[in-house]
């Protein structure tokens, strides 16, 4: 992450130099949303390098921003462009005002009369290389578990970090919570310039970073296109089908069946103009699993959803087995 011609930036020169003009960053928006963001990411960190906090920066800053609050922290953590690598960079330590304007505004949470926790010794937590189980108890503590609405104005980022501790530990155990302190993340990083954030002496970003490192369980094939994801899906008539992923052509055939099916239970099982409309999906793939996909589809159908269910196919034997009974089959890959 060096600014110099071996680090990052260096190496990535020629490539930020085609994302400069509007026609270009529109295209990049359609074909790699994700990969135009970790671009902006190094535009932003190659302007701080050359004139800290003014000039190009901040044009580029509140776009990083944006798209950071855009993706979301479960889409970064799981993307294989290194944008949260990327933002713990060593450029942040070249300007002294960035620190001084950081504790001015109070983000290092360094002034007395704190009421809700002892944020230093908190915040020290992080300077030791056994910080996992000391920050996993102060983020549980009695004192945020009880006060966190007040603790989120006294001390933003020390907020922050707790939340994300604790989105870690749900991306480990029970994943129901990670949205909850995932959200309350993204609310403080959406109000906070980077330059300040990497400067006020809490090791966010670095963090950020461990966490996208420490969770990813594996990688994965993305079987829809990025503009798909985006969008979501169109009728075949909307769409042309050559430009169409195999998984977009798979499910948006099954579309029209899928919501007839969804109207028709709705209408069946609730009164009044608010519908709740229903479609469930699973997916299946391996020797243990796919054999068992055509009885999984004959099991829904006894119990009357059978039409409102999309079976995600990972393999060629889940394939087989789904159209074997003509459910409402995607190819995928695992």
């Given at each position: 992450q060096d600014p110099g011609p071996g680090g990052w930036l260096g190496k990535s020169s020629s490539y930020l130099s085609m994302l400069t003009s509007?026609?270009?960053?529109?295209?990049?928006?359609?074909?790699?949303?994700?990969?135009?963001?970790?671009?902006?990411?190094?535009?932003?960190?190659?302007?701080?390098?050359?004139?800290?906090?003014?000039?190009?920066?901040?044009?580029?800053?509140?776009?990083?921003?944006?798209?950071?609050?855009?993706?979301?922290?479960?889409?970064?953590?799981?993307?294989?462009?290194?944008?949260?690598?990327a933002l713990n960079s060593d450029v942040w330590a070249q300007?002294?005002?960035?620190?001084?304007?950081?504790?001015?505004?109070?983000?290092?949470?360094?002034?007395?009369?704190a009421t809700i926790l002892d944020?230093?010794?908190?915040?020290?937590?992080?300077?030791?290389?056994?910080?996992?189980?000391?920050?996993?108890?102060?983020?549980?503590?009695?004192?945020?578990?009880?006060?966190?609405?007040?603790?989120?104005?006294?001390c933003p980022l020390g907020f922050a970090m707790a939340n994300l501790i604790k989105a870690m530990l749900c991306s480990h155990t029970e994943s129901i919570c990670f949205r909850a302190h995932e959200t309350m993340l993204s609310g403080v990083l959406e109000d906070a310039p980077l330059h300040l954030v990497a400067n006020s002496g809490w090791p966010l970003l670095r963090l950020l970073g461990h966490v996208a490192r420490a969770v990813r369980r594996h990688r994965f094939q993305l079987d829809f296109l990025p503009s798909e994801l985006l969008r979501g899906p169109r009728l075949p008539s909307r769409l042309p089908e050559a430009s169409m992923s195999i998984a977009m052509r798979d499910l948006s055939a099954c579309l029209p069946a899928l919501r007839s099916a969804a109207d028709h239970a709705a209408?069946?099982?609730?009164?009044?103009?608010?519908?709740?409309?229903?479609?469930?999906?699973t997916m299946a793939h391996g020797t243990r699993f796919s054999p068992y996909v055509s009885r999984f589809i004959g099991r829904a159908a006894a119990l009357g959803i059978g039409e409102q269910l999309v079976v995600f196919c990972l393999d060629d034997e889940a394939w087989s087995e789904c159209k074997s009974v003509t459910g409402h089959c995607v190819r995928g890959t695992p």
């Open positions: 509007d026609a270009a960053r529109a295209r990049a928006i359609e074909e790699c949303p994700a990969g135009l963001l970790m671009a902006d990411a190094l535009h932003m960190l190659a302007c701080y390098s050359q004139e800290g906090d003014s000039g190009c920066y901040s044009a580029y800053e509140p776009l990083v921003r944006h798209g950071l609050a855009t993706f979301g922290l479960r889409v970064l953590m799981g993307t294989r462009w290194p944008i949260l690598d300007f002294n005002s960035a620190r001084e304007i950081a504790q001015e505004q109070g983000l290092d949470c360094a002034r007395e009369g944020w230093a010794r908190f915040k020290q937590v992080f300077d030791s290389s056994d910080w996992y189980q000391a920050a996993v108890d102060i983020a549980y503590g009695p004192e945020l578990e009880q006060r966190w609405r007040e603790a989120l104005p006294e209408a069946r099982l609730l009164s009044g103009t608010s519908r709740l409309r229903l479609v469930y999906a």
